[in-house]
Nanobody
Framework: QVQLVESGGGLVQAGGSLRLSCAASGRTFSSSAMSWFRQAPGKEREFVAAHVWSGGIAYYTDSVKGRFIISRDNTKTTVYLQMNSLKPEDTAVYYC??????????????????WGRGTQVTVSS
């Protein structure tokens, strides 16, 4: 059984940093994407960042480019999201997601097969 477990969320002041982790068990995702999405209160879940192991390619939504960094460890089972220069508008529940096999677009919720339960990130002004 595949499980994704997020950790690292919390409360931080604007301008601060947090590092989220997502540990996968049950399989590796060496040739597909592991990604982060977020959902703010009253809003739809949105894409934040994706990491495709083959080629080590990372993709970001425009609002986090230059502030967030997605990475994976060499075991290919843990993905991280380093969040810097946080803003109040980054407040949301952050979800880890993974694909059983690579498909596009990486920004689409429907292209992911596994989801974590989420971790709350709150940025105060």
């Amino acid at each position: 059984q595949v499980q994704l477990v997020e950790s690292g969320g919390g409360l931080v002041q604007a301008g601060g940093s947090l590092r989220l982790s997502c540990a996968a068990s049950g399989r590796t995702f060496s040739s597909s994407a592991m990604s982060w999405f977020r959902q703010a209160p009253g809003k739809e879940r949105e894409f934040v960042a994706a990491h495709v192991w083959s080629g080590g390619i990372a993709y970001y939504t425009d609002s986090v480019k230059g502030r967030f960094i997605i990475s994976r460890d060499n075991t290919k089972t843990t993905v991280y999201l380093q969040m810097n220069s946080l803003k109040p508008e980054d407040t949301a529940v952050y979800y880890c997601a993974a694909q059983a096999f690579k498909r596009l677009p990486l920004t689409s919720i429907s292209e992911y097969d596994y989801w974590g339960r989420g971790t709350q990130v709150t940025v105060s002004s």
